[in-house]
């Protein structure tokens, strides 16, 4: 396998893991709202006044869910962009070349703070 396709695996892995917490939030939400139809079919729950009650139940059963599957595609979304393709000429860095005159401009203002330091 080349270098590319493995900077690329964990976004991918990523990915897969978002699909599949879409898809288990999906599931939970169909079962929450057929609990939820279920009681109030059967006079256990009343919608009105109970709004928060409703509002909590598909938010700890199912809409933390959905917001880690929104934060894992952003994760491989940011990966895929951030891992640059690589190629032999990169892993070389240039470093400026100091001339001789800024070298003795150095070298007598290491020099002068030397002196003044020993005074």
Not at 37 to 45: R, T
Not at 53 to 60: C, E, H, L, N, V
């Amino acid at each position: 396998m080349n270098k590319r396709a493995l900077q690329i695996i964990p976004s991918i892995v990523l990915y897969i893991f978002a699909g599949l917490l879409t898809i288990y939030a999906i599931w939970s939400y169909i079962y929450c709202a057929d609990i939820i139809s279920q009681a109030k079919v059967a006079g256990q729950l009343a919608a009105s006044g109970n709004e928060h009650d409703i509002a909590s139940f598909y938010m700890s059963n199912c809409g933390q869910y959905v917001i880690f599957a929104l934060l894992l595609a952003a994760a491989g979304l940011i990966l895929q962009r951030k891992q640059p393709a690589r190629n032999e000429s990169d892993s070389t860095v240039a470093f400026p070349v100091m001339n001789d005159a800024l070298d003795d401009e150095l070298d007598e203002w290491w020099g002068e703070e030397v002196e003044n330091d020993s005074e």
